[in-house]
């Protein structure tokens, strides 16, 4: 982590799980949040989704105002008015001169995404898939806020700030309250004069789903001059380019047109379309992330993953739930 990072220690409601990481790990088990926020710089906020607010606003509010620096888990909280509540807290920290929020949308980190976002592709089109074996982990809260709001975020990032222009969403309740299997289609558009949507736009189709048979996690998108496929998972891309195959698919086409090739089994299709992969970085994703939370810290800069990125996913979130007819967020 740089060197100049010391581990304090760790506060947890259950004592005894806060006594075994210390011991792993070193640094105090602290009998309470108060106690160890008065002798931290920053803190990773890992505590149910409904707590994030109780625990951010301790946070912001420790050493007589100057605040503590958080990286709060992924949702930033389980409401829009609570997320817009934690940015808001933040910013007026430190007597107005705020303290360094990051939102642990982690897959910013997976090194296939990170390999994607080197390529600087203009989607049109981005399909995610994000299913899994239920885990009972989570029963209570939706699938939407529970596994769709990764990919949720990383559409935000592709789609550069274009505003969202309508959500189409279908979501099914099997073994609970709330949806346990949702496909969403968010249309996302320029802006013209007067606030009416321009082309120029992309559409994403995202599926979530905790009741699959197995673990699928993938993304593709699709662009005017590139076509690509993450596998999250496998930590794995590749990459076609437009302008790598355009010359040989026009040549393959005039010899077809002029007879000079009669039988298309003739065509080596490895020849006309060229696939690469994308060269991926081997650095683990929760490491990344603290590095990167680390740094906005220490330079005052901005998080990769913001308090405002993180309310973007959770409005989009609550447009997606309310689409698909659930309570709204």
Same mark, same amino acid.
């Given at each position: 982590m740089g060197g100049a990072v010391e581990f304090a220690g760790v506060f947890d409601a259950d004592v005894d799980h806060a006594n075994a990481v210390a011991e792993e790990f070193g640094g105090r088990a602290f009998g309470s949040l108060g106690e160890m926020l008065e002798v931290v710089d920053a803190v990773t906020v890992a505590v149910p989704t409904k707590y994030h607010l109780a625990v951010a606003r301790e946070?912001?509010?420790?050493?007589?105002?100057?605040?503590?620096?958080?990286?709060? !888990?992924?949702? *930033?909280?389980?409401? %829009?008015?609570?997320?817009?509540?934690?940015?808001?807290? $933040? @910013?007026?920290?430190?007597?107005?001169?705020? %303290?360094?929020?990051?939102?642990?949308?982690? !897959?910013?980190?997976?090194? @296939?995404?990170?390999?994607? #976002?080197? +390529?600087?592709?203009?989607?049109?089109?981005?399909?995610?898939?994000?299913? #899994?074996?239920?885990?009972?982990?989570?029963i209570d809260v939706g699938v939407v806020l529970d596994m769709m709001i990764h990919d949720i975020d990383i559409v935000l990032l592709l789609a550069g700030g274009l505003p969202v222009t309508s959500v189409e969403a279908v979501g099914v309740s099997v073994i609970g309250d709330v949806e346990d299997v949702c496909n969403a289609r968010v249309k996302f558009g320029e802006t013209g004069v007067g606030g009416g949507a321009m082309g120029g736009g992309c559409v994403a189709n995202l599926t979530a789903s905790r009741l699959a048979m197995k673990t699928e996690r993938k993304l593709r998108v699709f662009s005017p001059d590139a076509y690509v496929?993450?596998?999250?998972?496998?930590?794995?891309? &590749? %990459? @076609?380019?437009?302008?790598?195959?355009?010359? $040989?698919?026009?040549?393959a086409v005039t010899k077809i047109r002029s007879g000079e090739i009669e039988d298309l089994s003739q065509l080596n299709y490895t020849d006309l379309v060229q696939v690469?992969? +994308?060269?991926?970085?081997?650095?683990?994703?929760?490491?990344?992330?603290?590095?990167?939370? *680390? !740094?906005?810290?220490?330079?005052?800069?901005?998080?990769?993953?913001?308090? !405002?990125?993180?309310?973007?996913?959770?409005? +989009?979130?609550?447009?997606? %739930?309310?689409? &698909?007819?659930? @309570?709204?967020?």
């Amino acid at each position: 982590m740089g060197g100049a990072v010391e581990f304090a220690g760790v506060f947890d409601a259950d004592v005894d799980h806060a006594n075994a990481v210390a011991e792993e790990f070193g640094g105090r088990a602290f009998g309470s949040l108060g106690e160890m926020l008065e002798v931290v710089d920053a803190v990773t906020v890992a505590v149910p989704t409904k707590y994030h607010l109780a625990v951010a606003r301790e946070c912001f509010a420790a050493k007589d105002g100057r605040g503590v620096h958080v990286l709060i !888990e992924k949702p *930033l909280a389980g409401t %829009v008015a609570e997320c817009r509540e934690i940015a808001g807290l $933040a @910013a007026r920290a430190g007597g107005g001169k705020g %303290v360094t929020v990051q939102v642990g949308h982690v !897959e910013r980190f997976n090194p @296939a995404v990170r390999a994607m #976002s080197r +390529l600087g592709v203009t989607p049109r089109f981005i399909e995610v898939t994000r299913v #899994s074996p239920l885990t009972f982990r989570s029963i209570d809260v939706g699938v939407v806020l529970d596994m769709m709001i990764h990919d949720i975020d990383i559409v935000l990032l592709l789609a550069g700030g274009l505003p969202v222009t309508s959500v189409e969403a279908v979501g099914v309740s099997v073994i609970g309250d709330v949806e346990d299997v949702c496909n969403a289609r968010v249309k996302f558009g320029e802006t013209g004069v007067g606030g009416g949507a321009m082309g120029g736009g992309c559409v994403a189709n995202l599926t979530a789903s905790r009741l699959a048979m197995k673990t699928e996690r993938k993304l593709r998108v699709f662009s005017p001059d590139a076509y690509v496929s993450l596998d999250y998972q496998k930590k794995y891309g &590749i %990459v @076609a380019r437009r302008g790598e195959n355009l010359g $040989a698919i026009r040549e393959a086409v005039t010899k077809i047109r002029s007879g000079e090739i009669e039988d298309l089994s003739q065509l080596n299709y490895t020849d006309l379309v060229q696939v690469e992969e +994308l060269k991926i970085d081997d650095i683990e994703p929760l490491r990344a992330q603290l590095e990167s939370f *680390l !740094e906005a810290v220490r330079t005052g800069g901005r998080p990769v993953v913001s308090a !405002e990125d993180g309310t973007a996913a959770v409005e +989009l979130a609550a447009r997606i %739930v309310d689409a &698909i007819g659930g @309570a709204s967020l």
